[in-house]
Structure formats: structure tokens, C-alpha cells
């Protein structure tokens, strides 16, 4: 193995495919998309380049990304919040299941492999005013109309509207699984002697939680949190499936459907190119942030 770190020809070979995997799937793109932002981009019209004029354009006449980035935001620390607790809430209580932990890991991890497409469909139905959540609520009497219930997805009232908590409490549901079986993951990495020796000094069950597992597990958290924070940033497909359509032109937007629709319905390849820079940036601050304040210590597990 030695000689074979030593030969810088096996070394280039074996790291090669990969390379030029990485540089033609994501850094191309990213750095075209980069160029693109400058430019007036339109498909069958020549490229013309504009410098800043496209990112002056986002932060001082367009409403619509001021609305998708205060949504974004709120999605994200939404999702962090809610799956960091929950989470963590879920991996506890089933490492100390015996029968059946296999079933509820199942149950709970389910909707992250389903298509968001398909759920935002499924999910649009329950809170369509005249069907589902509605409609029971008048069945049980809670209601004289179903159409006089709450309406989950055109309610525009408020700083951030009603369809936005609606939509973020899906995404909870759908991606909750991901964060506990990533927290299980390391709880189930962490040695029964420490928590033996804990016990027989008096320590209780939350003590050995609060003072053993999370300490040991921060690593795992910090990595649950970019990630969800990541995903949350760049969300699309529960919105665009559930709020109905014409409706995102006013409040419901997020910077990824902000993005869809200034590229390919209104043909702003450019323009789109810019909302995606914008996303790329806050991403990696988002990111830095995390790993510059999550404290993380190496512990002998």
C-alpha cells in the first residue's frame, strides 16, 4: 500500500475518473451559471453581457425575491429547528425500543423515499377547503361548511401566510426520518460501557442523554443541520405542487420556484442564473455559519 501511495501515476489514475466526473457534472455548470448571471441570456437570442445589471435588477425592483428569500429563510430555520429536536426526540426514544424498532425506523423513514411530487399532489387534496381536513372537521360538526374552515393553501394573511407554515410542517413530516436514523446512526456508534459506568455512578437516563449522547453526537448534528438547512434553501417540489397554480406569483414563492419561473416560464435564462448564484452564496454562509458555531470535539467513543 506504501508503494503504491508513492507512485504518482497510480495516484492521478485512480483519481482521474472522479475528477473529471466532479468538474463536468457540478463545476462546469456552476461556473456557466456564474457567467450567465452577467448576461441577458434568452433562448434563440444571442448571449449579450450586462455585468451587475441582473443582480441591481434583484435587490432593488424585484418584490418577488424579497417575498422567496424571506420564505427560504423561514423554511430553513423552520426545518432546522423542528427536525434538530424531533430528531434527536425519535433516535432516543427508539435506541432504547427492543421489539419492533425496525417497524417504526421503517414508518418514520418512509416519506424521505417517496416522490415529493407525488406527496405535494397528495398533501394539496387533504387541504383543499372542500375536501379532506375540511370536510372531516364538518363531519365531526366542528364545522357547518367545510368551506368556512380555515384555507390552508390561500390564506395570505400575515408576515409569513398560512400555505408557507402549512407546506413547512409537510416537509416535516416527509424529512424527519432522515434526521433520526442519521442521529441513530451515531448513538448506535457510541460504546454501552460509558453508559454502564454512568449508571453505576447514579446517573439517571436524561442525565446520560443530556451529558453523554449529545455531547458525543454533535458531530452528527452539525451534519443533520447543513444538510437540512441546504435542503430547505433550495425547496421546490412540495410548493410548486401544493399552492395552486397563478398563486405563486404573489406570496408563496420560494428562491427555487422563483428560479423555475424566471428561467423557463419567462424564457430569463440569465436572470435565473442570478437567483441561482444568489442560492449557491447563501448555502455555502449558511453552511460556514454552522461549522463556525456548532462546536464540534473529538471524543474517544
Known amino acids: ?130 375536501l379532506g381536513i375540511n370536510q372531516m372537521l364538518a363531519s365531526l360538526g366542528f364545522l357547518e361548511d367545510c368551506t368556512q374552515g380555515p384555507q390552508w393553501l390561500f390564506n395570505t394573511d400575515g408576515y409569513i401566510i398560512l400555505p408557507i407554515i402549512v407546506i413547512s410542517c409537510v416537509a416535516l413530516w416527509q424529512y424527519v426520518g432522515q434526521s433520526m436514523m442519521l442521529y441513530m446512526a451515531q448513538i448506535a456508534g457510541i460504546s454501552s460501557d460509558i453508559y454502564e459506568a454512568a449508571a453505576i455512578d447514579g446517573c439517571t437516563r436524561s442525565q446520560a442523554f443530556f451529558r453523554i449522547t449529545l ?28 399552492v395552486p397554480e397563478g398563486f405563486l406569483s404573489n406570496k408563496a414563492h420560494v428562491l427555487a420556484t422563483h428560479l423555475y419561473d424566471q428561467a423557463f416560464k419567462y424564457n430569463k435564462l440569465g436572470y435565473g442564473s442570478a437567483i441561482g448564484v444568489i442560492l449557491l452564496i447563501m448555502c455555502l454562509i449558511v453552511t460556514f455559519l454552522i461549522n463556525k458555531f456548532v462546536k464540534v470535539d473529538n471524543y474517544d467513543m
Not at 57 to 84: E, G, P, W, Y
Not at 224 to 239: E, P, Q, T, W, Y
Open 1 to 130: 500500500m506504501d508503494k503504491l501511495l508513492r507512485n504518482k501515476k497510480a495516484i492521478v489514475l485512480f483519481i482521474a475518473p472522479a475528477f473529471i466526473l466532479f468538474t463536468l457534472v457540478l463545476l462546469v455548470p456552476i461556473l456557466k451559471a456564474i457567467y450567465y448571471s452577467f448576461c441577458n441570456y434568452k433562448t434563440n437570442y444571442p448571449i449579450v453581457f450586462t455585468g451587475f445589471d441582473n443582480y441591481v435588477k434583484l435587490f432593488t425592483k424585484d418584490k418577488t425575491m424579497r417575498i422567496a428569500v424571506r420564505n427560504s429563510m423561514f423554511f430553513m430555520i423552520f426545518s432546522c429547528v423542528t427536525q434538530l429536536i424531533l430528531g434527536l426526540i425519535l433516535a432516543a426514544l427508539l435506541t432504547n425500543v427492543k421489539k419492533g424498532r425496525n417497524l417504526f425506523k421503517n414508518i418514520y423513514y418512509l416519506p424521505c423515499v417517496l416522490s415529493s411530487a407525488a406527496l405535494g399532489l397528495l398533501w394539496m387534496f387533504v387541504f383543499t377547503p372542500k
Open 215 to 242: 455531547p458525543l453526537i454533535r458531530p452528527m448534528v452539525a451534519t443533520a443541520m447543513s444538510l437540512n438547512a441546504i435542503g430547505s434553501l433550495k425547496f421546490f417540489d412540495l410548493v410548486y405542487n401544493m
